[in-house]
């Protein structure tokens, strides 16, 4: 069935240090991957995403990598700021017009 | 520019009960998805319209159903509610359908509470 994988589901870090996130979809005709924010009590917002057409892409301290061969993609924050704080979510399209969403990642970026 | 709005922003209703939930896209934007995002986890899709028509369905019981109208706006109704219906339910638009995905904007949500 259609789902997306992502790992890990918390994760801690040092302010400063680097923090990455996995997933792995399954239909491999997806060709499109965003990542979205999520902060409590709040609606998810796009960081970054990615197009099957390019393997990497970045946005200041946020990039994101893509292996169409293997079917993950990665999100990963460097310079990590306590503001980074929150629950990551990623994406794919599984057959047609449905979005379907990983489980999350809740990040704590310690001061 | 308004970006995505939706109403009520927060529901109590009791089981048996039914609901509606509205959602208003970004101005241009043809293409409505409802999502159920229940404590802890991620989205979980419900529909998607464009064009005022049925585009996609998850797997939601036949309860729930949708639609869209001729200015976009979309309304999603929830029928016979149940206790397991408590969620934040998220309407979102984007500009395109078919296979060229583009961003997704997501609204506010209505904070579904069943009793």
């Known amino acids: 069935g259609e789902n997306v994988e992502q790992h890990p589901s918390t994760l801690s870090v040092q302010e400063g240090d680097s923090a990455v996130i996995k997933c792995t979809y399954s239909d491999s005709a997806s060709n499109y991957f965003p990542w979205y924010k999520q902060e409590l009590g709040k609606r998810p917002q796009l960081i970054i995403d990615i197009r099957s057409n390019v393997g990497e892409k970045k946005d200041q301290r946020i990039a994101v990598t893509l292996n169409k061969t293997a079917k993950h993609f990665s999100l990963h924050i460097t310079e990590t700021q306590p503001e980074d704080s929150a629950v990551y979510f990623c994406?794919?399209?599984?057959?047609?017009?449905?979005?379907?969403f990983g489980t999350g990642t809740s990040l704590t970026v310690i001061p | 520019d308004a970006g995505v709005t939706q109403s009520p922003t927060h529901l109590i209703k009791t089981r048996g009960q039914h609901v509606t939930l509205r959602c208003s896209p970004i101005s241009g934007h043809k293409s409505v998805s409802w999502y159920q995002q229940v404590l802890g986890q991620g989205p979980q899709f419900i529909f998607q319209y464009y064009e005022k028509e049925e585009r996609g369905r998850g797997n939601f019981p036949d309860r729930f159903s949708a639609r869209q109208f001729p200015n976009y706006s979309s309304e999603l109704n929830v029928n016979a509610l149940l206790l397991g219906d408590s969620a934040l339910y998220l309407c979102?638009?984007?500009?395109?359908?078919?296979?060229?995905?583009?961003?997704?904007?997501f609204g506010p949500g209505t904070r579904l509470t069943v009793l």
């Open positions: 994406a794919a399209p599984v057959t047609g017009n449905q979005f379907y």
């Open positions: 979102a638009s984007s500009s395109a359908s078919g296979r060229a995905h583009n961003e997704q904007f």
